[in-house]
């Protein structure tokens, strides 16, 4: 069947076009720029959620998908990289696992903390693409990987775990306090981002620093987010 490049789409008669090329994609759609809390930091992020949204379903030809959550920074990640950058002592010379990674904005502040090896693990094989792209335009290394932590696949040792805006949705947030606590009781750190979403677990939690974070106000209702690091209690 005869096929066609176009825009860093492969298009084949009858069918609908697949993305081959997801860094071009992200390249594409996305600028780059200093994260608000964290100007250390530059991430590719989208100027408007819902257009980047519609535009990779239409791209991949597919309804339903998840949003980009890659594209943007949200308030716990900020935090929580602001957090890990100002107390390099939770990370330096550690393996550190960042979960739900999405752009990888905490797994590159761990990096630069000095933490020796940092795994970000996300579902989204964009965010992953994300992960690369965002840590070698800061200047480091960030592991990507597919495995669900707070599934069936076993975590690889790690002093430390970072989790920044996990605790969104009920059975998601479930699963991250099990595995997240069943960490700590082996003496893992675990450092938790979140602006107070509606299933985090304060009372299991102890307040280590809160800022109030630059946000775009179509994702969060809100200009500035008053959010904290947590760890377990």
């Given amino acids: 069947m005869e096929a066609a490049l176009q825009d860093g789409r492969a298009v084949s008669a009858g069918t609908k076009p697949a993305i081959i090329d997801p860094a071009g994609f992200i390249r594409a759609n996305t600028r780059l720029l200093p994260v608000p809390l964290v100007p250390e930091i530059s991430l590719h ?20 998908l998840p949003p980009p959550f890659w594209a943007f920074a949200w308030a716990g990640g900020q935090a929580l990289a602001r957090y890990v950058l100002d107390h390099r002592e939770h990370v330096a010379g550690h393996t550190v696992l960042d979960l739900a990674s999405g752009s990888g904005l905490v797994a590159i502040a761990a990096m630069k903390a000095g933490a020796t090896r940092v ?30 932590l707070l ?65 775009t106000r179509d994702l969060e209702d809100a200009e500035i987010k008053n959010t904290a690091v947590w760890t377990l209690a």
């Fill in 45 to 64: 992020v989208a100027d408007e959620a819902v257009p980047l949204w519609s535009k990779t379903e239409e791209e991949l030809g597919e309804a339903g």
């Fill in 151 to 215: 599934g069936d696949s076993v975590a690889p040792e790690a002093q430390t775990i970072l989790a920044g805006d996990i605790f969104y949705e009920r059975d998601t947030a479930e699963r991250a306090y099990a595995f997240l606590s069943g960490q700590a009781a082996r003496g893992t750190t675990v450092l938790i981002g979140d602006p107070g979403r509606s299933y985090l677990p304060k009372d299991k939690l102890r307040k280590l620093a809160e800022y109030k974070v630059p946000v």
């Fill in 119 to 148: 795994i970000g693990y996300d579902i989204d094989a964009f965010a992953r693409v994300a992960i690369g792209i965002n840590a070698t335009d800061n200047g480091v290394v960030v592991e990507a990987r597919s495995d669900d």
